[in-house]
């Protein structure tokens, strides 16, 4: 980790969260996190909680952090419930800020400069910044050509109001911020990280963009499938909706009538699309996630992503 002299700078203290479980790439992410180039006025520490109902990743972080230039904290929260890794993350932060990143995806060097730049520009009481897909050779050509695995803040009015845990700092002594805690009910499902940052906005804190702290995230070959895109849209659609009966329960049946329209507006853009590959799933998957908003709308139990995956697999996303 390469740091700047700036001693006339007050250190600002950051703890940077990686849950991990059973994914051997975390050794990458960790690499990748040594080669940060920080100020001298920011000190770092990693927090890596390790989800696995067996201490899996114990040995790998005990042999990596000898090697690694910041204190290394290992905590095993069992369950495979991503929203307990991330509790705990949030339990053990100190710092005046405290950042989460993938253990499936790597950082650049400027990456937590960039985001603590733009929070100390902004005052924003959560800093987002893009995720990066890198596809092999062997994904689909119009999966690349579409880019559809790549993540980046959503602007609605002028405003971010939801967010992602795959890239994100959060400002630790924020009202907005302590205290709060995602949802352990979404832990197996997924959407844990939406509805975090959805309540975050709703309540009053600002939520802002660092386009320069970039997280790269290689594509892997379970996940370069229409299928798993079409999953993940949907269950995307299922906390949507989930989310707009808690916020408008009295318009259920209009925001039904409306998920239901635009479900078909983008099934009829597919079809009328069906010679291009990269636009017809585009719209696709579009519709699938409307059809997954009328789901969380009715009630219907979100579909689970998480946990009781064999090792190496991809057992939390955004």
């Not at 495979?80 to 991330?86: C, E, G, T, Y």
């Amino acid at each position: 980790m390469t740091q700047r002299n700036q001693s006339s700078s007050p250190m600002t203290q950051i703890d940077v969260c990686v849950c991990t479980y059973r994914r051997p790439y975390l050794a990458e992410t960790l690499r990748s996190l040594a080669a940060l180039e920080l100020p001298a006025s920011i000190k770092a520490r990693i927090v890596v909680a390790d989800n696995d109902a067996a201490p899996s990743a114990r040995e790998l972080v005990a042999s990596l952090a000898p090697s690694l230039p910041f204190e290394l904290i290992y905590i095993h929260c069992p369950s495979s419930n991503i929203s307990l890794a991330r509790n705990a993350c949030l339990d053990a932060a100190s710092g005046d800020f405290l950042a989460f990143v993938d253990d499936d995806s790597t950082v650049t060097a400027k990456w937590l400069a960039a985001l603590i730049e733009t929070a100390e520009a902004t005052g924003a009481d959560a800093v987002l910044g893009p995720v990066q897909s890198l596809y092999a050779p062997s994904a689909p050509d119009w999966m690349r050509r579409g880019d559809f695995h790549s993540t980046s803040p959503v602007w609605v009015d002028g405003q971010i109001r939801t967010g992602y845990s795959g890239n994100v700092l959060l400002r630790r002594v924020s009202p907005h911020v302590d205290g709060r805690r995602f949802n352990l009910a979404l832990g197996k499902t997924g959407g844990e990280d939406t509805e975090y940052f959805s309540q975050l906005h709703a309540d009053g804190g600002q939520i802002a963009c660092a386009p320069d702290a970039i997280v790269l995230e290689p594509v892997t070959e379970n996940r370069a499938r229409l299928q798993w895109l079409a999953k993940r849209r949907f269950r995307s659609g299922q906390t949507h909706g989930r989310l707009l009966t808690n916020r408008q329960a009295g318009r259920r049946s209009v925001q039904i009538g409306l998920a239901a329209a635009k479900a078909a507006y983008c099934f009829a853009g597919a079809a009328a699309l069906v010679a291009v590959p990269h636009k017809r799933n585009r719209q696709a998957l579009r519709g699938i996630m409307h059809v997954g908003a009328i789901s969380g709308l009715l009630g219907i139990r979100e579909i689970r992503l998480y946990g009781d995956e064999p090792a190496g697999g991809r057992a939390h996303a955004a």
